[in-house]
């Protein structure tokens, strides 16, 4: 696994932690009986959306391109 590839991995663990905690942050919160702030919603809506992208690019059709690419690289370098 080349640099980009861990950069991509890196990046995404991060949106999911992240996302997973506010996550947490907000249901405590809200089963404590107090109210999330704005600035917790806010961060959940922005990680919410981060989350999806994580999602559509391992699992939608960039995971296929970056097959299709590795792929093609294999075969360029065993000519």
Do not use: C
Not at 24 to 47: D, F, R, W, Y
Not at 54 to 79: E, F, H, Q
């Amino acid at each position: 696994m080349g640099i980009n590839e861990w950069g991509r991995v890196l990046v995404s663990i991060i949106v999911v932690v992240g996302f997973l905690s506010i996550l947490v942050l907000v249901i405590t919160t809200k089963v404590q009986g107090n109210s999330p702030s704005e600035v917790q919603l806010v961060m959940l809506g922005a990680l919410a959306t981060s989350f999806g992208q994580v999602i559509s690019y391992w699992v939608g059709s960039s995971a296929s391109s970056s097959a299709k690419d590795a792929t093609i690289s294999t075969m360029v370098n065993k000519s």
